[in-house]
């Protein structure tokens, strides 16, 4: 019996001295986070990590995240063969996929793209046009939307194409930057209705300009904001060239590894993003006479690691997260100690060397790779100007309901339900006095009149209403046939007559035709003058046969 007591203690203890030690790594401090914030070149590499560590940390407790942690590092120790097939299987598929796309390709079998000079394409004073055409005039409408407030700024492009309209005053003029250009804003003056200012300098996102809304942290009309733009542009390029005959070849940080009929291969530093000097801006590709080859498949960023290697490194940083987590017991030291590890494997990661592989649809001859040398900065001021059709009001939306609010926060009337203003197609832009409720049914409509000075909202006897011309609406009322003229000003019928057709000759002479039973007519307005299509404000019209 005490053998075996023994023999069972001896086990124990051996079972005990052979467990691998448990690690204590040194405690994190702000002061080791800030020196991996420093070293990382892509500040919103930064902020992608907190938030992603927030997702993770925010609903689970510390004991279950190292728990998770250690099951995830035991997994790796315990199943290296999986694990490593399983790397191999991804990097076959990559393989198989580009041996599937290469071949050796006939003359009439190739696809090309136009010969740019890329020096030219690349620098040049598109900040400048852009600079010119924002300061030219830039507009917003402000929405105030379940108790949230936002500037959409009014663009007339659809970030290529510039788009031409017959009035400057309502569509932002907007000259789109290169691609590989970049941007701070500021916000450096509110204006309110109410004539208040917020003087605060505030940054916000680049991309919240100029086709996201802006988000403005009050819930009160803004007449105007200045913004500031600083604007990074490319200034000066560097090019690499490769031919053919270079296979092993370095030229500076990248070197050439194969080039065999449209397959190419080459190294490259895994640290291009944010732009700097010697990151890849343009690649280009050519046959053997000089065309330049379309792409068919590419990765870039590719390990040039083997398998073993990529399990190593993978293993390297699981153990250090379990045993840095060994002695962390609250949250914030959790989420001190995750960023930490998070940038110091992500900073590591930009110094390896990666690997670009390109099927091209055409035999590669040789390359040239287009690189940043030198970024200079432009920073403008511009005035935005709201354009919203409501001005003594604002329109708070929410999600079945429109209301209608004074400077004050005073609740003037509700709809009960989403509206929109009347648009002229002519002149581009909204009424502002007239709306009606956004309904499935485009026949249930309901029209309004708003006076903003007096601040009264009118329900409307129309079941239609449309823009003649600039200066004349089209109603038609509730149960009747034909239509009558409305006043775009003022709730005011300009005729007593009802018609059943008109005509506004634009390319035929000039005026408006108009047809009811009692005959045809051309619209004179209250001075006795032809009503034509660019005629200004209409307060009375009279009728005179047609000749």
């Known amino acids: 019996m005490l053998k075996k007591l023994s023999l069972i203690l001896l086990l124990f203890c051996s079972c005990v001295d052979t467990a691998p030690p448990i690690v204590i790594r040194e405690t994190v401090t702000e002061a080791m986070v ?54 191999a299987y991804y990097e076959k598929s990559e393989d198989d996929e580009f041996k599937s796309k290469t071949k050796l390709y006939l003359p009439d079998e190739e696809s090309y793209s136009d010969n740019e000079n890329m020096f030219l394409k690349l620098v040049n004073n598109n900040h400048i046009n852009y600079r010119d055409t924002v300061q030219s005039g830039t507009y917003f409408n402000q929405t105030f939307k379940e108790h949230k407030s936002a500037l959409e700024t009014r663009v007339r492009n659809n970030g290529a194409t510039v788009f031409k309209f017959e009035t400057e005053k309502t569509i932002q003029p907007h000259y789109s930057l290169n691609f590989d250009s970049e941007k701070e804003l500021r916000i450096m003056n509110i204006y309110y209705h109410d004539g208040t200012t917020n003087t605060t300098p505030t940054p916000i996102e680049s991309y919240s300009f100029p086709l996201n809304a802006i988000p403005v942290d009050k819930m009160k009309h803004v007449d105007s904001l200045q913004m500031e733009f600083k604007i990074m542009y490319l200034s000066k390029i560097d090019s690499i060239h490769f031919k053919n005959n270079e296979i092993g070849v370095q030229k500076g940080p990248f070197k050439l590894l194969k080039m065999t009929d449209n397959y190419l291969e080459y190294e490259t530093p895994d640290d291009y993003y944010p732009y700097h000097k010697g990151s890849i801006i343009e690649e280009i590709y050519y046959n053997k006479d000089g065309k330049i080859l379309d792409t068919e498949f590419s990765i870039s960023n590719c390990s040039t690691k083997t398998i073993e290697e990529k399990y190593e490194q993978q293993l390297h940083y699981k153990k250090a997260y379990s045993e840095y987590l060994n002695t962390v017991n609250t949250k914030e030291q959790l989420f001190l100690t995750l960023k930490y590890l998070d940038l110091k494997h992500y900073n590591a990661a930009l110094k390896e060397t990666r690997k670009t592989k390109i099927a091209l ?49 005073k609740i003037i009337t509700s709809i009960p339900s989403p509206i929109n203003f009347l648009y002229s197609s002519q002149t581009h832009h909204y009424s502002e006095h007239y709306f009606y409720t956004d309904t499935e049914d485009t026949y249930k409509k309901t029209y309004y009149y708003i006076n903003q000075e007096q601040q009264v909202v009118s329900k409307l006897p129309y079941s239609q209403m449309d823009y003649l011309t600039p200066s004349l609406l089209q109603v038609r009322e509730n149960d009747k046939d034909g239509f009558k003229f409305l006043s775009t000003e003022k709730n005011q019928l300009l005729s ?38 660019d005629s200004g404000k209409v307060t009375k019209i009279t009728l005179k046969d047609m000749l």
Not at 38 to 63: G, M, Q, R, W
Not at 364 to 381: G, K, M, P
């Open 34 to 87: 800030i020196e991996q914030e420093k070293l990382c070149p892509d500040k919103y590499e930064i902020e992608t990590i907190e938030k992603n560590i927030h997702a993770f940390i925010d609903t689970t407790s510390v004991d279950v995240i190292k728990t998770r942690l250690k099951a995830n590092l035991d997994y790796y120790l315990n199943n290296k063969d999986t694990i490593i097939k399983t790397l």
């Open 361 to 409: 649809k055409g035999n590669v001859d040789s390359f040239t790779l287009y690189l940043e040398n030198r970024r200079d900065t432009i920073t403008f001021l511009t005035t935005l100007k709201n354009t919203s059709p409501v001005k003594k009001l604002y329109l708070h939306k929410l999600e079945d309901t429109t209301e209608f609010i004074d400077k004050n926060g």
């Open 496 to 533: 007593d007559k009802t018609f059943t057709r008109s005509f506004v000759m634009r390319y035929t002479g000039e005026g408006i035709s108009v047809h009811n039973d009692e005959g045809n007519y051309m619209l004179y307005d209250q001075n006795n003058t032809l009503i034509t299509y």
